[in-house]
């Protein structure tokens, strides 16, 4: 009878998801001496991965993904012929480059970079009722931003002075569309997306009791 072996002494599997079995065969493998029994086996072994995913069978490079990952578990050191390129583990070990940040301080912190970004695109549209909507409608997210870094109320003029400076004068909202929306709606539409306090929860409900 076999002595019982922990997982925390054996060896560390490379992917754990094909579980030890695949590990194993893909070890005894490597130990084959003969070219054309390993190549066999290496074959055996990318099927047997193959029916642990049915459902991928159908996606395009799978069967370049399964001998990318035989090679990697066989730790790139299995000499077999590969319908694909072999991969390089010098690539694999490269570490991913710092991702880059945003590092802009607008002038205006409190709209966020969202709303910058947004006056840049629409900038880029070209004029229509699309693009007076959607001036409307970074005017009013402007208007909510403000409101949530100073709770008193603000002029419509301010904003849209912001918004006319935001945009080096290119974007104005147009006279149909104005006056913007409430302070107190914004306000109101955001206590009901969980950011504040709602005014239907401000008052504790009354249990009614029953007296026996």
Known sequence: METLQYNTKRKQLI???YGRHIHIMIEQAIA???SEERNKKAKAIIGVMGNLNPHLRDVPDFQHKLWDQFFIMANF???VESPFEKPQKELLDMKPGKLPYPQNYPKYRFYGNNIKR?????????ESELK???VFTIANHMKKNFLSWNKDT???AVILSHLEELSDGKLKVAATQLPLSES????????KNGNGPSSNHSKPRKRNRKRY
């Open 15 to 17: 992917i754990p998801e």
């Open 32 to 34: 084959e001496p003969n």
């Open 77 to 79: 050191d299995i000499d």
């Open 118 to 126: 947004m006056i840049d695109v629409a900038t880029g549209w070209e």
């Open 132 to 134: 007076d909507v959607l």
């Open 154 to 156: 603000v002029e419509d």
């Open 184 to 191: 107190a709606d914004l306000m109101r539409f955001k206590h």
